[in-house]
């Protein structure tokens, strides 16, 4: 809508401009004897360059029509640099909310597309490492400026956290390197050693070790950039990349019922949650263990990022957009197609085929859906997995990130067992 409302205004303000202009150029026509006194509305671009073409006389003519003239070559300059502008994204998520697949919907973008997965892995190694625990403060810092300077295509501050450290920016170490078409393409793969790096593939071809220097002039080849993390924690500590002048940031957080993230993980990681897998079973759940506050305290950081991108905050503005697991399942290619509207980027025919190859989405007449019933069953089945007292659990200490983003509560098993009753409320968050 906003975007609409702004196109019509723009619209509005140039037909007044031009007809202002026309008027005065008609008054100037007649001192100059000038006979073409335009009929039809110009371009501003075409308007400039007739100005520029008369500058000299025109200048004489005073101050308000010199403002005017130079409103217009604004006008123009900032419409063009638009058009040109790269863009920046950052898909923000947590493990398990389905960013891996979402971040795919930007990796497959084509040739214009520099995509970067999970960089952030080896900061939070190495932080971690040193420490022995994350110091959240240090790794909020360090996670910001590797960030900013990756949108830059800047790999100086990364190379400093990889290990082993990279020799003359060549590493074989780079944390999932086969994930990023980019670095993954001819221009980026270096020659293939036999015996050396036997089993170093790389997508659809197998290169050598991964030259930094490659890659960031690759990098800088491309307009757009996107950076997939699980790892930041709020939102606010980035707010120095929204404002640096050099980037075009915007920011898509992807979020999932912490009910399902939990059942999920409790599969996924079954050492890291055995706990859970207890309680699951056995007795009591006592409400402030360790692992009950870490919960607590994800969902809380959740929550926060998404208050404040959703406050809109002038660093924000039409920079955020929040995204919920559940309907990029049930409806890929309608989120997709947002998500993309969102970020100025171009949606590829590339990246549709993708969609429709790898979900359940298919054709329908004035638009590509999915076929929601399915769909719908798939992204609530964690419900038969996850007892109810589990479910109560996350209730109590997740609440208010639940009421949120529109995940209803369960208040009995036969309730949390019962498919005629959906769990996800029909939400819009984010109005453009
Ligand atoms: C137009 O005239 C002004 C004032 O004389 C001058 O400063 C400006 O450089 C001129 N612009 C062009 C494009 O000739
Ligand atoms: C965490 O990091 C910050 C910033 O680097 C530092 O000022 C602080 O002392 C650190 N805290 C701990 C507990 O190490
Ligand atoms: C890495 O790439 C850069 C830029 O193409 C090149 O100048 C440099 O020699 C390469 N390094 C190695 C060790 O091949
Ligand atoms: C639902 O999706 C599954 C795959 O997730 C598929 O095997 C099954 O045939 C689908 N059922 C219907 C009714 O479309």
């Given at each position: 809508m906003r975007i609409k409302y702004t196109i019509l205004v723009v619209f509005f303000v140039t037909l007044v401009i031009i007809e202002k202009e026309n008027k005065i150029l008609s008054r100037v026509s007649d001192k100059l004897i000038v006979k073409q006194t335009p009929q039809t509305p110009l371009q501003p671009s075409a308007f400039v360059n007739i100005l520029l073409k008369y500058n000299a006389t025109f200048t004489?003519?005073?101050?308000?029509?010199?403002?005017?003239?130079?409103?217009?070559?604004?006008?123009?300059?900032?419409?063009?640099?638009?058009?040109?502008?790269?863009?920046?994204?950052?898909?923000?998520?947590?493990?398990?909310?389905?960013?891996?697949?979402?971040?795919?919907?930007?990796?497959?973008?084509?040739?214009?597309?520099?995509?970067?997965?999970?960089?952030?892995?080896?900061?939070?190694?190495?932080?971690?490492?040193?420490?022995?625990?994350?110091?959240?403060?240090?790794?909020?810092?360090?996670?910001?400026?590797?960030?900013?300077?990756?949108?830059?295509?800047?790999?100086?501050?990364?190379?400093?956290?990889?290990?082993?450290?990279?020799?003359?920016?060549?590493?074989?170490?780079?944390?999932?390197?086969?994930?990023?078409?980019?670095?993954?393409?001819?221009?980026?793969?270096?020659?293939?050693i036999k015996g050396v790096f036997e089993r170093y593939h790389c997508r659809t071809r197998r290169c050598g070790p991964l030259n930094l220097t490659m890659a960031s002039k690759s990098c800088q080849q491309k307009d757009h950039k996107v950076i997939k993390s699980v790892r930041v924690r709020q939102l606010e500590n980035l707010r120095s990349?929204?404002?640096?002048?050099?980037?075009?940031?915007?920011?898509?957080?992807?979020?999932?019922?912490?009910?399902?993230?939990?059942?999920?993980?409790?599969?996924?990681?079954?050492?890291?949650?055995?706990?859970?897998?207890?309680?699951?079973?056995?007795?009591?759940?006592p409400i402030d263990d360790d692992e009950v506050r870490k919960l607590k305290g994800n969902c809380d950081n959740i929550r926060l990022s998404a208050e404040v991108g959703l406050k809109q905050p002038p660093w924000l503005r039409g920079r955020y957009m929040l995204v919920r697991y559940e309907d990029i399942a049930r409806f890929p290619m309608r989120k997709a197609t947002e998500m993309y509207k969102f970020s100025g980027i171009p949606f590829t025919s590339q990246v549709k085929s993708w969609i429709l190859r790898n979900t359940h989405a298919s054709k329908e007449a004035g638009g590509v859906y999915s076929t929601q019933k399915n769909s719908s069953e798939q992204v609530e089945k964690w419900r038969f997995n996850l007892p109810f007292k589990i479910a109560q659990v996350v209730q109590r200490v997740c609440g208010p990130t639940l009421k949120l983003f529109g995940y209803k509560f369960v208040s009995s098993e036969k309730m949390l067992k019962d498919k005629s009753i959906s769990l996800i409320e029909d939400r819009r968050f984010n109005i453009f």
């Amino acid at each position: 809508m906003r975007i609409k409302y702004t196109i019509l205004v723009v619209f509005f303000v140039t037909l007044v401009i031009i007809e202002k202009e026309n008027k005065i150029l008609s008054r100037v026509s007649d001192k100059l004897i000038v006979k073409q006194t335009p009929q039809t509305p110009l371009q501003p671009s075409a308007f400039v360059n007739i100005l520029l073409k008369y500058n000299a006389t025109f200048t004489s003519l005073g101050k308000d029509f010199m403002l005017m003239k130079r409103r217009l070559e604004d006008h123009t300059v900032v419409r063009d640099r638009t058009r040109r502008t790269k863009k920046h994204i950052l898909l923000l998520a947590t493990t398990r909310t389905g960013s891996s697949f979402v971040g795919e919907f930007f990796n497959q973008q084509g040739e214009n597309m520099f995509y970067l997965f999970e960089p952030l892995w080896h900061v939070e190694k190495m932080l971690t490492l040193d420490t022995g625990g994350t110091n959240a403060t240090a790794a909020a810092k360090a996670y910001r400026e590797v960030l900013q300077q990756l949108f830059l295509c800047d790999f100086s501050l990364l190379e400093s956290f990889i290990e082993p450290l990279p020799v003359d920016h060549i590493t074989t170490a780079l944390f999932r390197r086969e994930s990023s078409s980019s670095l993954c393409e001819e221009s980026v793969c270096s020659p293939f050693i036999k015996g050396v790096f036997e089993r170093y593939h790389c997508r659809t071809r197998r290169c050598g070790p991964l030259n930094l220097t490659m890659a960031s002039k690759s990098c800088q080849q491309k307009d757009h950039k996107v950076i997939k993390s699980v790892r930041v924690r709020q939102l606010e500590n980035l707010r120095s990349l929204a404002e640096d002048p050099r980037l075009d940031m915007k920011f898509i957080q992807l979020v999932r019922d912490p009910r399902a993230v939990l059942a999920s993980r409790m599969i996924a990681f079954a050492n890291k949650y055995k706990n859970w897998k207890e309680w699951a079973t056995g007795g009591r759940i006592p409400i402030d263990d360790d692992e009950v506050r870490k919960l607590k305290g994800n969902c809380d950081n959740i929550r926060l990022s998404a208050e404040v991108g959703l406050k809109q905050p002038p660093w924000l503005r039409g920079r955020y957009m929040l995204v919920r697991y559940e309907d990029i399942a049930r409806f890929p290619m309608r989120k997709a197609t947002e998500m993309y509207k969102f970020s100025g980027i171009p949606f590829t025919s590339q990246v549709k085929s993708w969609i429709l190859r790898n979900t359940h989405a298919s054709k329908e007449a004035g638009g590509v859906y999915s076929t929601q019933k399915n769909s719908s069953e798939q992204v609530e089945k964690w419900r038969f997995n996850l007892p109810f007292k589990i479910a109560q659990v996350v209730q109590r200490v997740c609440g208010p990130t639940l009421k949120l983003f529109g995940y209803k509560f369960v208040s009995s098993e036969k309730m949390l067992k019962d498919k005629s009753i959906s769990l996800i409320e029909d939400r819009r968050f984010n109005i453009f």
